[in-house]
């Protein structure tokens, strides 16, 4: 059984606690968050991407699930096999936020 409650919280403490994390676990909130989010939008979907400094390349973060470590990093690229965005995960197989196909990394 879930509980909602409603609680006062300072931002700063939220984002030192959030700091906190391990990569894995800071992003697997981050899906969960994004999702909540995008629940009453008809017309659009948040998603996490992250920009490669040296080549200029914006890579989608691809959910590469919860059976990992909590500081397993993104260190896994690769494209989707069905819409052909790019893509960076945790995992060597994941699901493309674009359109929910396969990703497999290297």
Known sequence: MKRTFEVEV??????NELLQYEERE??????RLLDA?????????FMLAVKD??????YLVADGGEN???D???CQFGT???????????????VCE????????T
């Not at 300072?10 to 984002?15: G, P, S, Y």
């Not at 989010?37 to 979907?45: C, G, L, M, R």
């Not at 989707?80 to 060597?92: E, F, P, R």
Request: glycine share 4%.
């Open 68 to 70: 990992w470590v909590p």
């Open 72 to 74: 397993a990093t993104l």
């Open 53 to 58: 400094r040296e080549e200029q390349k914006l």
């Open 10 to 15: 300072d931002e700063d403490e939220l984002i």
């Open 80 to 94: 989707c096999q069905s819409c052909g965005s790019k893509q960076v995960s945790w995992a060597k197989n994941a």
């Open 26 to 31: 800071f992003l697997s909130f981050m899906f």
């Open 37 to 45: 989010k995008t629940q009453n939008h008809h017309w659009f979907h």
């Open 98 to 105: 674009f359109c929910s196909g396969d990703v497999y990394l």
